[in-house]
């Protein structure tokens, strides 16, 4: 199977797949326990931790997205900071703020 095959199936099946729906395969819970384990604390926001692990699964899921396509459809999937609208940068912040192990 060529790559571009590939590619195809996997936007046809992955394409329009939201940021909450990753949910169903990587619970809040689990996420928290990794960070946990890893002595990683963070303080309460719309971009905890499994929040910020979705995204970045939806991100490398979706290569063509950009950072400010993926806050926008994490705007559309009804993520926001506090009332606010997230920023490109604060998600940038969020995700840099992860441990990288």
Known sequence: MGIDRFRKGFQEQWGQVQ???LANLVSDAEIEELC???????????????????????????RDKSIRNVVEDL??????????A????????????????
């Not at 999937?77 to 606010?84: F, I, L, Q, R």
């Not at 940038?92 to 703020?97: F, G, L, P, V």
């Open 75 to 84: 705007h559309a999937d009804g993520v926001s900071v506090a009332g606010k």
């Open 19 to 21: 940021v909450s729906a």
């Open 36 to 62: 946990s384990g890893l002595e990683h604390t963070w303080r309460q926001s719309a971009l905890e931790p499994p929040g910020v692990v979705r995204s970045m699964i939806y991100r490398s899921l979706h």
């Open 86 to 101: 997230m920023t490109d940068s604060g998600w940038c912040q969020a995700r840099s703020r992860l441990p990288k192990e």
